[in-house]
């Protein structure tokens, strides 16, 4: 049985009992409604560590006015079960006004410059203030060694590793890889919005991240390859925010990729359910 908590004292307190014990702590952050791919976030953290603790928060200050915060789907009891069956020792379950004393329209804001502006930062404004706020906040009361977060959030990824490296916290990030349906369709929270004939069709972007990975390393402009994604997207209904090759820092190629990692990036709408997804690879010196 999977121990739970949401009090900040009660918190710290077992955390700073298991590292007087010698043992390291991992840590796995989310908004819960979990799938394999949180689960096989705690495993890795429990390769890296001793004990682990997941959080379960659905974060009001990362979705936007228009976003799914209300119907965003709780499912505590069945999360805290999967938890437990993947290693997870804690379960971290915080009110809102645990984590925002003051209110979150009140609270202390952080913000990640640059890498925020771009892609999601510019389609889903504020959103990353939020992630960075949030997992601030995280961080300051579990206090782990380590964290483990999903590649297939590839811009969030990146924020928190600057933001980590920034604010100087003593916590190694741990990235996992993308976990996928048997179709290719990334497991998200969100695929459940999608209703049949739609859920038949989001594996088409998991296709169409293979193919511009294989059209750039084929010798293929990336603007060309970016043209040619979003307009099979839209043939097939897609909403398209976006569909981009970028370096692995996310900067543009500037209309050509040289040697080095890259990463091919998608987010877009299916009816009233935004996807996102990615897929990273090397180009070699030619």
Not at 23 to 35: A, E, I, K, S
Not at 87 to 101: I, N
Not at 152 to 176: H, M, N, S, T, W
């Amino acid at each position: 049985m999977i121990e739970t908590l949401g009090e900040p004292g009660v918190l710290r307190a077992r955390v700073a009992a298991w590292k007087r014990d010698g043992l390291r702590v991992g840590f796995v952050p989310t908004m819960g409604n979990l799938h394999d791919g949180h689960f096989s976030l705690v495993r890795l953290a429990r390769r890296h560590a001793d004990r682990v603790v997941a959080s379960v928060f659905v974060n009001p200050t990362q979705f936007g006015p228009n976003e799914d915060y209300a119907r965003y789907p709780r499912t505590p009891e069945r999360d805290a079960a999967g938890l437990a069956a993947a290693g997870c020792d804690l379960l971290w379950l915080p009110a809102v006004d645990t984590m925002y004393p003051y209110g979150a329209d009140q609270a202390v804001r952080m913000r990640v410059p640059g890498i925020t502006d771009v892609l999601d930062g510019a389609h889903r404004p504020g959103h990353f203030d939020g992630v960075a706020t949030v997992v601030s906040r995280l961080f300051n009361q579990v206090q782990p060694d380590v964290a483990a977060f999903g590649r297939k959030d590839y811009q969030q990824l990146a924020v928190i590793r600057y933001l980590v490296r920034d604010l100087a916290f003593p916590i190694e990030l741990l990235a996992g890889e993308t976990e996928r349906e048997a179709d290719g369709l990334a497991m998200s929270s969100r695929n459940q919005y999608l209703d049949a004939a739609q859920r038949a069709v989001a594996p088409e972007i998991y296709r169409t991240l293979q193919a511009m990975r294989d059209a750039v390393l084929a010798g293929r402009e990336p603007a060309v390859v970016e043209a040619e994604a979003m307009k099979h997207l839209r043939r097939h209904a897609f909403d398209v925010d976006y569909a981009v090759v970028r370096r692995a820092d996310l900067s543009d190629t500037a209309g050509r990729a040289v040697a080095g990692p890259h990463v091919a990036l998608v987010a877009a709408r299916l009816g009233g359910t935004r996807l996102i997804d990615n897929l990273e690879f090397v180009l070699a010196a030619a």
